[in-house]
């Protein structure tokens, strides 16, 4: 890709950070710490761009998946790379040594995407949050070097989690773009249907369906919520902030009454505050 079109990618990674549920790397961080935490979320945030946004006139989306794969891989053999978020993401590979498998599946998820639209049950919709959001979480605990298959397992928990929520979020922006991520066995029982993901606002069957999702991410989110007391230092610092970030989304949901399409749901900078303090005094006790 050319250089414009790589800059403009960098520049949707900064807006797009700005517009996260969670702290994706708290200022309180030693600066170490924040690189690597920016340099993978940098990476993830491009690699969902390729998967999602508008491309340059005459350049094919899984092309650009494969040659972005190639490039990571030769980040890995140690030849020299050209791509800006690559460059980013060098020193950490480095030091950090990250598995080059959690990279490649966030790359896989983005394929899925191009093929897979529609989920027919909550356990298919788990399984492509193996590869869209888990390696992630993978990912942080290698940069803190407590990946373990303790917290490997409750990571994995929380992430789904984050994930299923950022999906209620954007249940219109996804209908637009042709994608439904509520499993179709939901939508049959509360009797839902895709013409009602379209209107302005949320009729009271989807509102309901919605409330049914939310409780069940929390429950997951509930269910990997020890992680953090298993993490020490800086890494339980971070973790918490992205624990509390799913909550206080959770919360921003309700208070929309779980319509989505007629708010545009975001969680308060203090409401995340007051759930990260709580996280991180409860995983002290």
């Not at 990912?139 to 407590?146: E, N, P, R, T």
Request: net charge neutral; hydrophobic share 45%.
């Amino acid at each position: 890709m050319s250089q414009t079109t790589n800059a403009r990618a960098v520049l949707r990674i900064e807006q797009a950070r700005a517009q996260e549920n969670f702290p994706v790397a708290l200022k309180v961080l030693p600066a170490r710490h924040r690189r690597h935490l920016l340099a993978v979320y940098g990476y993830a945030r491009y690699v969902d761009d390729l998967g999602d946004e508008p491309l340059a006139e005459g350049i094919d989306r899984l092309a650009a998946l494969d040659g972005f794969e190639a490039e990571l891989t030769a980040l890995y053999a140690g030849r020299a790379v050209t791509h800006p978020v690559l460059r980013a993401l060098a020193p950490t590979v480095a030091e950090c040594r990250p598995p080059l498998e959690a990279f490649v599946r966030l790359i896989e998820a983005n394929r899925v995407d191009q093929r897979v639209t529609r989920y027919a049950t909550f356990a298919e919709l788990v399984d492509y949050c193996s590869l869209s959001a888990n390696p992630v979480g993978e990912l942080i605990l290698h940069l803190f070097g407590q990946a373990a298959p303790v917290t490997l397992a409750l990571s994995d928990r929380v992430c789904t989690a984050l994930q299923v929520i950022e999906h209620l979020q954007d249940v219109a922006e996804d209908h637009r773009r042709g994608r439904i991520y509520l499993p179709g066995e939901d939508m049959d029982r509360f009797g839902v249907t895709e013409d009602d993901l379209a209107g302005p606002t949320a009729g009271r069957r989807l509102r309901e369906l919605i409330g049914f999702e939310a409780e069940r991410a929390r429950a997951w989110l509930d269910a990997g919520a020890p992680l953090v007391a298993a993490l020490h230092g800086w890494g339980r610092l971070a973790v918490s902030g992205y624990l509390a970030g799913g909550r206080a989304t959770l919360d921003a949901l309700a208070d929309a009454d779980h319509d989505p399409l007629g708010v545009i749901v975001r969680p308060r900078k203090r409401r995340v505050l007051t759930r990260w303090l709580a996280a991180t005094v409860r995983s002290a006790g």
